[in-house]
């Protein structure tokens, strides 16, 4: 099985999303979008089962209409945006699973219609630090929404995660709802606002990092697990055969 990821090669940090998805099935082969190109990579997603939008750096403003807040952005890849757009595009078109993480969650909102804080600290000030502080994540506690598939995926309504972002969900895309939150109202995952009427493919968004928590969390291995059993299912139910 194949999972494409948008962003897998490069630090040591890219490089933890692979062992975490094979933590949770040792088969799955990993296929690095990041050296192609927006096109290249939308073609090859057919070949593929299950797309996951890595971390990384800011989503230009622009993407989302609010050109003028791009002094608060820290760095902006203008190609990864591109490719990350056509990527999520594509699985759309193919009915594929898609797994958001931190910026993934971020542009996935963006792509659906949704905005942006350009910098929390800025335009959201709170007593919650959601920056890492000396190359630490930091930690915060969540509250999960009830009857959400992410309550489903944890089987917890409260707990701790992990923090490395300066930048959030501020208005959520329509077609979405938001299924965790931190103490001051941010978004901290959202998914399908009608996704348990069933007929649209799997999609979750976290803004922490599951691959760095302990897999014990359960809001980080618990979520590549459910990923993976999704993927499995769209290979066998779903994906077009050649």
């Known amino acids: 099985?194949?999972?494409?990821?948008?962003?897998?090669?490069?630090?040591?940090?890219?490089?933890?999303?692979?062992?975490?998805?094979?933590?949770?099935?040792?088969?799955?082969?990993i296929v690095d979008m990041h050296p192609h190109s927006a096109t290249e990579a939308a073609d090859m997603l057919s070949e593929c089962d299950g797309l996951v939008l890595s971390g990384g750096p800011d989503v230009d403003p622009s993407r989302y209409n609010s050109e003028e807040r791009r002094p608060l952005c820290q760095s902006i890849d203008e190609a990864r945006d591109e490719r990350e757009l056509a990527l999520i595009e594509r699985a759309r078109d193919l009915r594929m699973p898609v797994l958001g993480i931190c910026r993934?969650?971020?542009i996935l909102n963006v792509a659906y219609g949704g905005t942006l804080y350009a910098d929390v600290p800025t335009e959201r000030p709170s007593d919650i630090e959601h920056r890492q502080v000396e190359s630490v994540d930091a930690m915060h506690e969540v509250s999960v929404e009830p009857g959400s598939i992410l309550r489903r995926i944890a089987r917890t309504m409260e707990g701790s995660v992990n923090s490395a972002h300066h930048q959030a969900v501020e208005h959520l895309a329509p077609l979405f709802t938001a299924s965790v939150v931190s103490g001051d109202g941010l978004i901290e995952a959202f998914?399908?606002?009608?996704?348990?009427?069933?007929?649209?493919?799997?999609?979750?968004?976290?803004?922490?990092?599951?691959?760095?928590?302990?897999?014990?969390?359960?809001?980080?291995?618990?979520?590549?697990?459910?990923?993976?059993?999704?993927?499995?299912?769209?290979?066998?139910?779903?994906?077009?055969?050649?």
């Open 1 to 29: 099985m194949k999972i494409a990821i948008s962003r897998a090669s490069g630090s040591p940090s890219y490089e933890r999303y692979a062992p975490w998805l094979r933590a949770a099935d040792q088969g799955v082969d």
């Open 104 to 106: 993934g969650a971020q």
């Open 191 to 242: 998914e399908w606002g009608d996704a348990t009427l069933g007929g649209k493919p799997f999609l979750l968004a976290v803004q922490w990092h599951p691959e760095r928590l302990a897999y014990d969390n359960p809001f980080s291995l618990a979520i590549a697990e459910h990923f993976i059993h999704e993927a499995h299912a769209y290979r066998l139910l779903v994906k077009p055969r050649p």
